[in-house]
């Protein structure tokens, strides 16, 4: 999993991702890793009715998200946010490989934690549950029969063949930004939601879930979790 995070990572300029995000305007040959991860990003910008967009790298650098959080406080840069172009316009994906607009640029984030989640708990066997960082992936009947018991949304649940996410606004805050991008301004996302927690199929549908209705908000958020979720928990904000 961390080999594989590294190559995923857009704070590495050696990783894949860097790699593609620094030579847009053609195809370029990507792994069969890779290339999933943009396949599953262009399914989540569609059925998110564009909520959940990858091309986010240039936002995030604006608002000085540029490298972990652990390492150093980040800046807000001059660069002016705008809204985010839709993904299809700026990624295309054909079998081994993919190619990028020039001016945008990719941040896989928790669809890549996701994804990680579910091939690592299919990697540990039938009966195992995945954590990577809050996302998670069950499969199996659990250590007594009946399910996977963690806790999310404040309570405890039992996955069983499923997958939870939250996300949130609350955690990676430096000032008055945040991490999660709303695509519609490109500037952190205030939208009446401050965490959205979910049981899904699977770690990266949670992910996604999760995502889509937090930048939904209070109006859209529950119709969509209720459509797209198992299982909900929605905590409002200011």
């Known amino acids: 999993m961390r080999r594989l995070g590294a190559r ?3 704070f590495s300029p050696a990783s894949e991702l860097s790699h593609f995000n620094s030579s847009p305007g053609g195809w370029r040959d990507v792994s069969p890793e890779l290339e999933s991860l943009l396949r599953e990003s262009l ?10 967009n990858v091309a986010v790298l240039r936002s995030m650098e604006a608002v000085g998200y540029t490298r972990p959080l652990s390492e150093d406080r980040p800046v807000a840069t001059e660069q002016r946010a705008c809204p985010l172009p839709a993904l299809p316009d700026v990624l295309a994906v054909r079998p081994g490989a993919a190619r990028l607009e020039p ?7 928790g ?13 540990l066997g039938p009966n ?17 029969g ?19 996410a939250t996300s949130s606004v609350r955690r990676r805050r430096w000032g008055e930004h945040h991490h999660l991008i709303d695509p519609r301004t490109g500037l952190p996302a205030r939208t009446g939601l401050e965490e959205v927690s979910v ?11 999760a995502k889509a209705a937090l930048l939904g908000g209070p109006e859209l958020g529950p119709a969509y979790c209720a459509s797209h979720a198992l299982a909900w928990w929605l905590s409002p904000g200011p």
């Open 8 to 10: 995923l990572t857009r």
């Open 43 to 52: 399914r989540a910008f569609e059925t998110s009715a564009g909520l959940v």
């Open 103 to 109: 001016g945008a640029g990719i941040d896989l984030g």
């Open 111 to 123: 669809i890549a934690k996701g994804w990680m989640a579910d091939r690592l708990r299919d990697s």
């Open 128 to 144: 195992a549950l995945a954590n990577l960082g809050g996302d998670l992936s069950a499969g199996g009947a659990g250590p007594a």
């Open 146 to 164: 009946d399910g996977w018991p963690v806790g999310i949304g404040g309570r405890t649940v039992l996955l069983r063949e499923q997958g939870a």
């Open 199 to 209: 049981v899904a199929a699977n770690g990266v549908e949670a992910e996604v879930v």
